[in-house]
């Protein structure tokens, strides 16, 4: 499979967003033919794909950060 504009293969890219990689394939060819489109039709611009991508990673690192919290107080609480 062909490779993102940041070098990382597809493959390598499903895994890491945990996606099946042929829609993510399907996803990147869409885009590339400028086809790519929301759930409403309307062509998603580069710009509104970047923050969807940011939008997830925040939500992802609230997470860590959150069991990190939960994680500290814990073993806190047991050192007492």
């Known amino acids: 499979m ?3 504009e940041g ?3 597809i493959a390598a ?3 890491t967003l945990g996606v099946i990689d042929q829609p993510l394939f ?6 590339r033919a400028g086809k790519l489109t929301g ?4 062509p998603v611009s580069a710009e509104q794909m ?10 992802r690192v609230k997470m ?3 069991i990190l919290g939960k994680a500290t107080a814990y073993f806190a ?4």
């Open 26 to 31: 399907n996803w990147v060819k869409s885009q």
């Open 13 to 15: 890219a499903a895994r």
């Open 2 to 4: 062909a490779g993102l």
């Open 77 to 80: 609480k047991a050192s007492t």
């Open 64 to 66: 860590e950060r959150d």
């Open 50 to 59: 970047e923050i969807s991508r940011l939008r997830a990673e925040l939500a």
């Open 39 to 42: 759930a409403d039709s309307k």
């Open 7 to 9: 070098g990382q293969s």
